[in-house]
């Protein structure tokens, strides 16, 4: 679930993203809440209609950008939270926008939005904040060796989910393990690294211990075998503990004042001896399977650079298009764009909070890890 509150601002360390994942925000120091891909609107944000010559870029171009990750989303709309009294529209609303998007030639496309959806900026007093991830590719093996030593976790079989509506209690889930007829924690990330695994229990093998961690803080990635080929891996869980930005330790502690992955990276590689310390103050662990995808978001569809944002659930339903007008922070161009609310993240909260996904690769991480900056969102809601 690409889905994931990844992301501070320093997009790669403050959060944890998004990829194809579920979900969970700790709720007290022993149990966390469990919150679904497809997330539950809780809140409805501060609205201010607009009208699409408002939106600066908008264009024909946009309108047939965005179509396939559209269409992608259309499949996996959730009903439970597009009812008919749902301020985003409904269900059936949303059914029957999606067929008709589907037989709309492309040179009809503008029009299409322009006739059937009104543009809605959330929180127009705020100034927003919008972040970016990506999904690494990283050298690993499937047979550990003195180079591959790294290991790369299955979801483990004790790993148990609650849900709480099962005993008549609100919130949507707990994590944990069972000991002693008690569900208690899972381990924390130290505790989970200083076991050894079973070889059953590993997924694949990498050679780095700071790729590994990073991969985490994705969701998703690509692992590149000896041989050239390439291996797509999700997000399974993770162990229920709350994510700890370890970019905000180091500039709490003076050590960084620009916090980018760059920025962290280099620090690592200056300061091995504190490497471990380092990545354990994050106590968050994620687990992984094989995607037939390369990124999968929490909304269950592929990710598309530059076209699936991430987004706080509770504001704004998965699967609806949106409107992003910011800036890309390493370029300083202009980043206006139709986009879908496809994904979240362990630190995208609010109305007017976004994480960008960038794609794979090293120009998408030169792009995601220094992203922050302010800007406008805005929500495509039925006429």
């Known amino acids: 679930m690409i889905s994931a509150y990844l992301h501070h601002r320093y997009s790669l360390f403050r959060h944890h993203r998004p990829v194809s994942r579920y979900i969970v925000k700790c709720a007290s120091a022993l149990f966390t809440l469990l919150i679904s891909g497809c997330g539950l609107l809780t809140t409805t944000p501060e609205q201010k209609p607009v009208k699409f010559s408002d939106l600066e870029g908008w264009s024909q171009e946009q309108a047939i950008g965005v179509r396939p990750a559209l269409l992608n989303s259309c499949q996996r709309l959730n009903r439970s939270v597009l009812t008919e009294k749902s301020p985003w529209g409904s269900y059936q609303q949303w059914q029957s926008l999606c067929k008709e998007l589907v037989q709309t030639p492309d040179r009809q496309l503008k029009a299409f939005f322009e006739q059937n959806f009104v543009p809605v900026r959330l929180s127009p007093q705020d100034r927003g904040l919008f972040t970016a991830y990506y999904s690494p590719v990283i050298p690993g093996n ?43 924690p899972y381990g924390s990330r130290a505790e989970i690294d200083q076991q050894t695994p079973k070889d059953s229990d590993v997924l694949l093998w990498l050679n780095s211990t700071v790729d590994k961690f990073f991969l985490q803080v994705q969701g998703s990635g690509n692992i590149e075998l000896p041989d050239g080929k390439i291996i797509h891996v999700g997000y399974a869980g993770n162990n229920g503990h709350n994510y700890v930005a370890i970019g905000k330790i180091l500039k709490q502690k003076g050590e960084l004042e620009d916090v980018s992955m760059q920025t962290i990276q280099t620090w690592l590689e200056q300061n091995p001896d504190q490497k471990e310390w380092l990545l354990t103050q994050n106590p968050r662990y994620i687990f992984f399977s094989f995607s037939d995808e390369g990124a999968i978001t929490a909304q269950g569809v592929p990710a598309n650079s530059r076209r699936t944002l991430a987004v706080d659930p509770s504001y704004i339903p998965l699967g609806l298009p949106v409107w992003l007008d910011t800036r890309l922070t390493a370029t300083g161009e202009k980043f206006q764009q139709m986009m879908v609310a496809q994904d979240t993240g362990s630190a995208i909260k609010g109305p007017a909070r976004g994480d960008i996904y960038m794609g794979f690769g090293k120009d998408a991480a030169l792009l995601a890890g220094p992203q922050q900056e302010p800007g406008k969102l805005y929500v495509l809601i039925p006429r």
Do not use: I, M, N, W
């Not at 550990?144 to 889930?173: I, M, T, W």
């Open 142 to 184: 499937v047979t550990p060796s003195e180079e591959y030593s790294v290991p790369l976790l299955k979801l483990p079989h004790d790993l148990v989910k609650v849900r709480l509506a099962d005993f008549g209690l609100s919130g949507q889930g707990l994590v944990g393990r069972v000991e002693k007829g008690f569900l208690k």
